[in-house]
């Protein structure tokens, strides 16, 4: 019962902005968008969340629709280093204690 | 580094031995995940605790399959008998509560290979 839909894979130029979307057209109320990355053969890292307002921190930019239907990770300038599958997930803040992944999008970051 | 630690990080075995995967939290943090990733897949949940106590566990956590945490500190996986269906990464993590995010930190996995 996958609540989010990502592109597959993506390619993004070193240095320039990368924008992730994601799909969350079911999401409720009381339902945060989380983002995730995994860089090969390591955990999963956490980037960003938020609920309706867009946030920023030393990672990323979130933005998210005023529908909340869907948002978009921003990597303002990315790096071979932010190469990873980029996982977007719904989660129910205190409750759902569990992440539910998908297949995420993996972004190739090329020279 | 105070993250989340697994040891060991690659183990290999053969079909039909036990295997056991520690996970140390970060300090403090009370609540401790199991994930699974095989490849090419994102990871899925296994079981969580709060401290000691085990609150919940997926259908995916067969029989075979064991934790435990028992002074709400480290926390243990073990498989029994293994399987070769069982290859795949062991993820852990863990998350403060009490604050105004859940946010879960993961720690580098243990990849099992069941030969």
């Known amino acids: 019962d996958a609540k989010t839909t990502q592109p597959p894979s993506m390619d993004c130029a070193e240095g320039r902005a990368a924008n992730l979307p994601c799909n969350h057209s079911?999401?409720?109320?009381?339902?945060?968008v989380y983002w995730y990355r995994q860089i090969h053969s390591q955990g999963p890292q956490y980037i960003i969340h938020g609920l309706k307002n867009n946030e920023t921190n030393e990672m990323a930019s979130l933005i998210i629709t005023e529908d909340r239907k869907s948002s978009t990770l921003i990597l303002p300038h990315a790096t071979l280093r932010d190469t990873a599958v980029y996982y977007c997930i719904v989660r129910v803040e205190r409750h759902d204690y569990k992440l539910s992944f998908g297949a995420g999008t993996t972004v190739t970051v090329r020279a | 580094d105070t993250g989340v630690s697994q040891d060991p990080r690659h183990k290999i075995t053969k079909r039909g031995q036990n295997v056991t995967f520690r996970c140390d939290p970060i300090s403090e943090h009370n609540r401790l995940y199991w994930y699974r990733q095989t490849l090419g897949q994102g990871p899925e949940f296994l079981t969580y605790f709060q401290n000691e106590a085990q609150l919940e566990k997926s259908r995916l956590l067969s029989d075979r399959f064991s934790a435990e945490r028992p002074k709400g500190s480290f926390s243990t996986l073990e498989i029994q008998r293994t399987e070769q269906g069982d290859s795949a990464m062991y993820l852990c993590?863990?998350?403060?509560?009490?604050?105004?995010?859940?946010?879960?930190?993961f720690g580098p996995g243990t990849r099992l290979l069941v030969l």
């Open positions: 079911t999401i409720s109320g009381n339902e945060y």
């Open positions: 993590a863990s998350s403060p509560t009490g604050s105004s995010t859940t946010t879960q930190y």
